[in-house]
């Protein structure tokens, strides 16, 4: 089993920022993708930023993030980040982490690829 804690979230303006953390424990492999989802209320759970954990490839990210928000590693800590910045209310939504396993992000975020997943973390942003 993988246990993913989010942590990070919070209530901030409209043009704030706020840095999401994401710790993995228990069974992993080097290769996997680890990737950040949110969902707002009556809205599907869509795919924000995912990061193939061995490098070569460039981080997935929604159209609608990009290049506001920021995914990044840690290794030793088995530790994946969102910096996200410029922030919008449209950006308000529960956030989770997700890992998958021995897989790339190749071709987007699914939900039904990821099997592993944390408990979210509450990101509200007000106008």
């Known amino acids: 089993q993988v246990q993913l804690v989010e942590s990070g979230g919070g209530s901030v303006q409209a043009g704030g920022s706020l840095r999401l953390s994401c710790a993995a424990s228990?069974?992993?492999?080097?290769?996997?993708?680890m990737g950040w989802f949110r969902q707002a209320p009556g809205k599907e759970r869509e795919g924000v930023a995912g990061?193939?954990?061995?490098?070569?490839?460039?981080?997935y990210y929604a159209d609608s993030v990009k290049g506001r928000f920021t995914i990044s590693q840690d290794n030793a800590k088995n530790t994946v980040y969102l910096q996200m910045n410029s922030l919008k209310p449209e950006d308000t939504a529960m956030y989770f982490c997700?890992?998958?396993?021995?897989?790339?992000?190749?071709?987007?975020?699914?939900?039904?690829?990821?099997?592993?997943w944390g408990q979210g973390t509450q990101v509200t942003v007000s106008s």
């Open positions: 228990g069974y992993t492999t080097s290769r996997k993708c």
């Open positions: 997700a890992v998958k396993l021995w897989y790339n992000c190749y071709g987007g975020l699914r939900t039904a690829d990821f099997a592993f």
């Open positions: 990061i193939y954990t061995l490098g070569g490839m460039p981080p």
